[in-house]
C-alpha cells in the first residue's frame, strides 16, 4: 500500500469514528492536497467545515425522547444499527469566507467540556486561518457548546478582531435575572446554573463587541436570520446565501439523525420549552423537506451537509456524500 492510498485509508477509518478525527491529518510531509477540513463553495462564498471535536451524551434517555418507553426508543436504535447506550454528537463548525470577511457560525465548546472539544481554534489554524484574522462570529443561541468557544479558559476573548452577532430575545434571555426553565424536561439544576453561567460569561466578556439582532435581519451581505424558538428563546437558523444558491445551517433544531428526525415530538431533554420546540423542528424540518434545501448541522456526523426527506409522520437525514482529497 502506498502512502496516498494509506492515508486515503486512515482518512475514511477517521469519518468512521473509529480515530481521534483531531490527529487525522497529522501526517509527515509536504502533501497539501491532505487537509483536516471539508472546503467547498456556495456561489461566490467559500466555505469551510471544522471540527471542534464531540460530545458523548449518554445514557440515550432522559437525553433524548423523555418520557418515551425505553423499549420502543430501543427498538428504533436497534432498527437503525444505532447505540443503544450512548449517542456521539460532532461539533461542526461552518466558516464563510468572502472576499473581505471570514465568519464563523457558533464556536464550538471552548474549555467548558473537556479534551474531546474545544479544538476550534487549534484547526482553524491547520485550516490556515488565525483567530485574529475572523471579522465576524455570528452565534445560533447561548449554549455552552455553541458560544463557549467565544473565550479561552483564562476568559480572554478568543477573536479580539470580530463583530459578535447574537439575537436580541436570546441575550435577553440569559442575561435576565432569572432565566425561565419551567417547560424544560431538564431536571438537573447543576446543569441549569452551568448552562446560565457559560451563556452570561462570555456575553458580558463580548459585550464591547457584540451586535443584537432581530428575527428575519440580514447582515454581511450573505446571512439571514430566521427565529427557529422552542430549544432556546432566541435559537435560530441561519441561511448563508450567495446569488441565487443556499445552505440552511439548523443549530440544535436536530442531535440526533435518528430519533429526533423520525420522531420530532420524542424531542430533547435540553430543549428549554419542550413543546415550542417540537413544534419549530416540525415546521422547519418540512420546509427544509419540501424546498430540497441544503443543509448543514451542527452535531449529526461530519461534515454535517446533506438534505432533509419526509418519511412517513417524521423525517430522513440524507448525508451528503463527502469525497477524500485525491
Known amino acids: 500500500m502506498d502512502r496516498r492510498t494509506a492515508l486515503k485509508h486512515s482518512a475514511l477509518i477517521a469519518l468512521l469514528g473509529i480515530i481521534d478525527v483531531k490527529k487525522l491529518f497529522a501526517a509527515s510531509g509536504n502533501n497539501s492536497e491532505i487537509r483536516g477540513f471539508h472546503k467547498f463553495n456556495l456561489g461566490k462564498l467559500e466555505l469551510r467545515v471544522i471540527t471542534d471535536g464531540h460530545i458523548l451524551m449518554k445514557p440515550v434517555q432522559p437525553n433524548f425522547a423523555p418520557g418515551i418507553s425505553s423499549t420502543v426508543v430501543e427498538k428504533t436504535l436497534d432498527a437503525n444499527f444505532a447505540s443503544k447506550s450512548e449517542v456521539d454528537l460532532s461539533i461542526n463548525i461552518l466558516v464563510v469566507q468572502s472576499a473581505s470577511r471570514t465568519i464563523l457560525i457558533d464556536t464550538g465548546c471552548g474549555a467548558n467540556?473537556?479534551?474531546?472539544?474545544?479544538?476550534?481554534?487549534e484547526n482553524l489554524v491547520h485550516a490556515g486561518i488565525k483567530p485574529s484574522e475572523v471579522t465576524d462570529v455570528v452565534i445560533s443561541h447561548a449554549h455552552p457548546d455553541h458560544i463557549g468557544g467565544l473565550t479561552d479558559k483564562d476568559g480572554q476573548v478568543t477573536f479580539p478582531n470580530a463583530r459578535v452577532y447574537l439575537?436580541?430575545?436570546e441575550h435577553d434571555f440569559w442575561m435576565s435575572n432569572s432565566p425561565d426553565f419551567s417547560k424544560s424536561k431538564i431536571t438537573d439544576e447543576g446543569l441549569k446554573k452551568m448552562v446560565?453561567?457559560?451563556?452570561?460569561?462570555n456575553i458580558t466578556a463580548l459585550k464591547p463587541q457584540l451586535h443584537l439582532f432581530e428575527d428575519r435581519a440580514e447582515i454581511l451581505d450573505c446571512i439571514r436570520i430566521k427565529l427557529a424558538p422552542g430549544h432556546t428563546p432566541g435559537h435560530c437558523v441561519v441561511q448563508v446565501f450567495s446569488g441565487q444558491e443556499s445552505l440552511y445551517h439548523v443549530a440544535d433544531l436536530v442531535h440526533s439523525q435518528v430519533l429526533v428526525f423520525e420522531h420530532p415530538e420524542w424531542g430533547f431533554e435540553g430543549d428549554t420549552d419542550f413543546e415550542l420546540a417540537v413544534?419549530?423542528?416540525r415546521k422547519i424540518l418540512n420546509e427544509l423537506a419540501l424546498s430540497r434545501a441544503?443543509?448543514?448541522?451542527?452535531?449529526?456526523?461530519?461534515p454535517g451537509l446533506g438534505h432533509v426527506k419526509k418519511q412517513g409522520e417524521g423525517f430522513e437525514w440524507i448525508q451528503q456524500p463527502t469525497v477524500l482529497p485525491d
Open 167 to 169: 439575537s436580541r430575545i
Open 294 to 302: 441544503l443543509v448543514f448541522s451542527y452535531h449529526l456526523p461530519w
Open 196 to 201: 446560565v453561567a457559560v451563556a452570561r460569561k
Open 113 to 121: 467540556f473537556g479534551k474531546d472539544s474545544g479544538w476550534l481554534t
Open 279 to 281: 413544534k419549530s423542528r
